[in-house]
């Protein structure tokens, strides 16, 4: 893996800690979960929103082209909308995390330091294997998103 | 290109307002230059660029010569079509803060590749990250330098390669000897100088209709030979499939681009890096609106007779409306409106080929020579970011020399079709899955990268867009006509990383490694920290991520 000297490799290594114990640790599921049940659906939200724009600017351009008012179209008032979506999600995205995600993280990374501590206290050598994997708690899998 | 001029003559008050442009960008360079103290200050200003200063020069970095002429001039010939284009860029944001903006400022250095290689085999992983950076910048930056050619020539007068050349110069006397720190003053101040102007434009167009933008459509429709289909989608992107696959790329794609990627590198933590994309989306989605004010207010005030000085793809309606809003052709009003315009557009080229130019001379230096070529030496700080200086002027003039040998005739469209294409179909997916996806391997993320960029490059080439067929209806294949990739190469990059990473035996490191990028990257534990005295204004020391300990 990297070295850690100079400018090469990437951020550098931090041998103390337990980062298999810290990933499996309850702060981290817990700020895992936090920021999963906003970021998840906000992004079918906001991928759905604008998919569905497109596909009805591809296929249905002659209810695109109606006027709502005058000569404002729906096709410009929907556009409108996405630009209304991007700046609540982002405030609203902006808000969570200072509320809820930097508490919980500071938390996770908190609690990592201190096994990392309390390890090199017992002297017992950090885990290396993957052998305990299966006690993942519930919603501890990696689901990409 | 029509290699429509403009300018008949030499336009002298363009060129001094060029050249007041050019001198505050050199004194901001020379400024840098003195603080230049090694490869944090020149990939990443010391990371102690600000939020809304980063979301400044996000948005400088972002809003394209294409997105301020390209997209007001495909809105001025094909009404509604060209705004989606607008929404596509700006809707990306989302893909970019959700998914990326945090997790890379915590788990990455100063290029892509550092997220990578951080939990896969080194030399592939960044083999596999510099070839996407470097694609995507390369296309982009061609595109970039042909436009600018382009529009200087018609704008100021002075003859195409000399005006490459010109802005090929400048580019690369900031990001060489100003590094980052420059870089990311000059998108600032050509964020500020391209907002300003198109808010005044915009206020003498809704000026011409009282305030009212719904006058100004019916103003454009009456304008338009189109009737009523100019305020329908339809008449630039005529097959449904294809604004789809558009819509793909755009929404995708942004978040694979090096150089804006490259911009949350130079933030604090994780909390500016957010907040600088929300200061984006602010910046950028109300220039969005603007421009549709913009390319509406074109058609409204220029008519069809407009149509032929606004050259191919309408990329002069925005220069011609803001002469007409000065007064007219000949007036002095006129004259200098026109001059303030092409120089905002000048500034605006510098400011975006400037970050392009160091993300790949980043990827060439910081990825390919000190961790592929010379992985087994210790390189020094110095060493690398002479490599990286001596990449830039080689990328640079390599850019330069396509761009001139390409000529006016190059096709730009596709070149920055070409860019999304590669960004969404190949870095995405490797970045998205290293980060989130525990079974992720090397295998995986070099196939999935190759997939994303040959599949994106060969639909492009065999596209109608470049290769009309013999008939001329279709592409090259008589069966494929998309012009956007997008819909085909983004699942194939997907496809190529999971298809590399389930056919191969599962890799023991990168899976424990992924425990520590993964918590890394969520938490900030152990990120890079602001050097002291780091970005544009001098802080205090220790302004360390409160987790980072």
Not at chain 2, 296 to 319: I, K, S, W, Y
Not at chain 2, 434 to 448: E, K, Q, Y
Request: hydrophobic letters at 50%.
């Amino acid at each position: 893996m990297a070295e850690s000297q100079g400018v090469s490799g990437g951020v550098e290594q931090n041998p103390e800690i337990d980062w298999e114990a810290a990933e499996r640790s309850p702060e981290f599921r817990a700020l895992i979960a936090k920021r999963r049940s906003f970021v998840l659906p906000a992004t079918i939200f906001f991928l759905a929103w604008y998919f569905g724009f497109i596909i009805l600017a591809g296929y249905a351009e002659d209810f695109m082209g109606e006027s709502i008012y005058q000569g404002l179209t729906v096709g410009y008032g929907l556009a409108l909308t996405q630009f209304i979506m991007v700046w609540v999600l982002g405030a609203v995205y902006l808000r969570k995390a200072d509320r809820d995600f930097d508490p919980l993280a500071r938390k996770a990374a908190a609690r990592a330091l201190e096994v990392g501590r309390e390890r090199a206290g017992d002297g017992a050598p950090p885990s290396g294997g993957r052998s305990e994997r299966g006690e993942t708690p519930p919603g501890g899998e990696e689901v990409p998103r | 290109m029509s290699g429509f001029v403009l300018a008949a003559e030499l336009n002298e008050t363009a060129l001094s307002i060029f050249a007041v442009v050019i001198a505050i960008t050199l004194i901001i360079t020379y400024w840098a230059s003195k603080r230049m103290t090694g490869a944090s200050q020149f990939y990443a200003a010391g990371r102690g660029v600000t939020g809304p200063q980063n979301g400044f020069a996000i948005a400088g970095d972002y809003m394209s010569a294409a997105s301020f002429l390209g997209i007001a001039g495909l809105i001025f010939l094909f009404g509604f079509d060209g705004f989606l284009y607008s929404v596509g860029f700006l809707v990306a944001f989302l893909t970019v803060l959700f998914l990326l903006s945090e997790r890379m400022r915590n788990a990455g250095k100063f290029t892509i590749a550092d997220v990578l290689s951080f939990r896969l085999n080194e030399r592939p992983a960044r083999a596999a990250a510099a070839l996407g950076t470097l694609s995507v910048a390369g296309f982009y930056l061609i595109a970039q330098m042909v436009g600018a050619g382009v529009l200087i020539q018609a704008l100021v007068g002075i003859d195409f390669n000399l005006s490459v050349l010109i802005t090929g110069a400048f580019m690369l006397v900031y990001v060489v000897f100003g590094g980052m720190l420059a870089t990311t003053y000059v998108q600032i101040v050509k964020a500020i100088l391209l907002m300003t102007a198109t808010i005044v434009l915009s206020i003498f167009v809704l000026e011409t209709v009282g305030f009212n933008p719904v006058e100004l459509f019916n103003r454009a429709q009456a304008e338009s030979p189109a009737g009523d289909a100019y305020l329908k989608p339809g008449l630039f992107l005529s097959s449904p499939i294809d604004t789809v696959s558009l819509g793909i790329a755009l929404v995708l794609g942004t978040a694979g681009l090096p150089h804006i990627l490259m911009r949350f590198f130079t933030v604090p933590d994780a909390k500016a890096a957010r907040s600088s994309v929300v200061w984006a989306v602010a910046l950028i989605g109300a220039f969005y609106i603007m421009t549709t004010f913009l390319g509406f207010g074109a058609r409204a005030v220029l008519g069809t007779a407009g149509e032929e000085a606004a050259g191919t793809g309408g990329n002069l309606a925005a220069p011609l409306l803001a002469e007409e809003l000065g007064g007219g052709s000949g007036t002095f009003g006129g004259d200098l409106f026109l001059a303030v315009i092409a120089a905002v557009a000048f500034a605006t080229i510098l400011a975006v080929v400037a970050g392009l130019v160091l993300s790949a001379s980043a990827a060439m230096s910081h990825d390919v020579w000190s961790n592929i070529v010379r992985r087994d030496k210790e390189v020094s700080e110095k060493e690398e970011v002479y490599v990286a200086r001596i990449a830039a002027v080689s990328i640079g003039a390599i850019a330069i020399f396509v761009a001139i040998l390409g000529g006016e005739g190059l096709n730009i469209s596709f070149m920055v079709g070409l860019a999304f294409a590669v960004a969404a179909s190949a870095n995405f997916p490797a970045l998205l899955l290293a980060l989130t996806w525990r079974r992720f391997n090397t295998t995986g993320a070099v196939t999935g990268v190759l997939v994303g960029t040959i599949s994106s490059i060969v639909l492009v080439i065999i596209s109608p867009t470049v290769w009309p067929g013999a008939d001329a209806e279709g592409g090259a294949l008589g069966f494929y006509d998309l012009a956007n990739p997008g819909i085909i190469s983004v699942p194939l990059g997907f496809l190529g990383c999971w298809l590399g990473t389930v056919l191969t035996r599962q890799e023991g490191k990168a899976e424990r490694n992924f425990d520590e990028l993964y918590v890394r990257s969520e938490t900030g534990l152990g990120a890079e920290v602001a050097e002291e005295g780091g970005g544009l204004t001098q802080r205090k020391p220790g302004r360390a991520p409160a987790s980072a300990m």
